[in-house]
């Protein structure tokens, strides 16, 4: 059975670190795409549709790899992994905000990337794997009830799908099938970004925040993924 190449598009301006990434890329066996602007990713997206993963620097001519996240999650859940020399604390959290699933820095290793290439994938099998309930009624309002289907890959709250991202599905899936039970950030570090004692919190964090303003009745107010002061997050089924 022939394996299909996981389609990647590089959104880098810089067109020697591009043709780089591009040669080191394809040796591993990605069918990699180019794209030396924000404006370019999004016309490819719009004549060939989301690739399976995007791979965006944050200091682009023109429109600047923040704004090209934000377009892109307005219609697509693609994994997006931002490589960029800002290291500034802001810069990492307002691309997170923005929609992005990791962060590199540079100067980095190829085999980072791939590493974190890899640990996506593995996201994405686990999400649609077998084992553990099909479904899981996380608020049972009456009128709207929010029902988490992991074997379905699915969010929906009454009879409307909720847009999220692979990462915070994944993260859902992690708090959903232990409700009740503190999570550590570095304990879903581990489990969804395939990261240890040297991951970076912040990742955590911003994600919880995104994802309660999408599953949560009230944002400010959470009630379905809670915050365990000094150590960490806990689903509480409502």
Do not use: N
């Amino acid at each position: 059975m022939t394996r299909v190449a996981v389609r990647l598009l590089i959104v880098e301006d810089d067109d020697r670190v591009r043709a780089s990434m591009r040669l080191a890329l394809e040796d591993e066996g990605y069918a990699v795409s180019e794209a030396p602007g924000a404006e370019d990713a999004i016309a490819s997206l719009a004549r060939h549709g989301a690739p399976d993963v995007m791979i965006v620097d944050l200091m682009l001519g023109g429109m600047d790899g923040f704004s090209c996240i934000r377009h892109v999650r307005q219609s697509s859940d693609v994994p997006i992994i931002v490589v960029s020399a800002r290291v500034d604390t802001h810069d990492v959290v307002a691309a997170l905000e923005a929609g992005a699933d990791d962060y590199v820095t540079k100067p980095f290793q190829i085999k980072e990337i791939t590493a974190r290439l890899r640990a996506l994938r593995r996201r994405a099998t686990a999400v649609g794997g077998p084992g553990g309930p099909r479904e899981i009624v996380l608020d049972s309002d009456p009128d709207r009830p929010l029902v988490l289907s992991i074997a379905a890959g699915t969010v929906r709250r009454g009879d409307r799908p909720l847009h999220l991202t692979l990462t915070e599905f994944r993260l859902l899936c992690e708090l959903a099938t232990e409700p009740g039970r503190v999570l550590s950030r570095q304990a879903l570090l581990t489990r969804v970004w395939d990261r240890g004692f040297f991951g970076d919190e912040r990742i955590v964090d911003v994600h919880v925040r995104r994802l309660r303003t999408k599953i949560e009745r009230d944002p400010s107010d959470p009630r379905i993924v809670t915050t365990v002061r000094g150590l960490g997050y806990r689903l509480d089924v409502a």
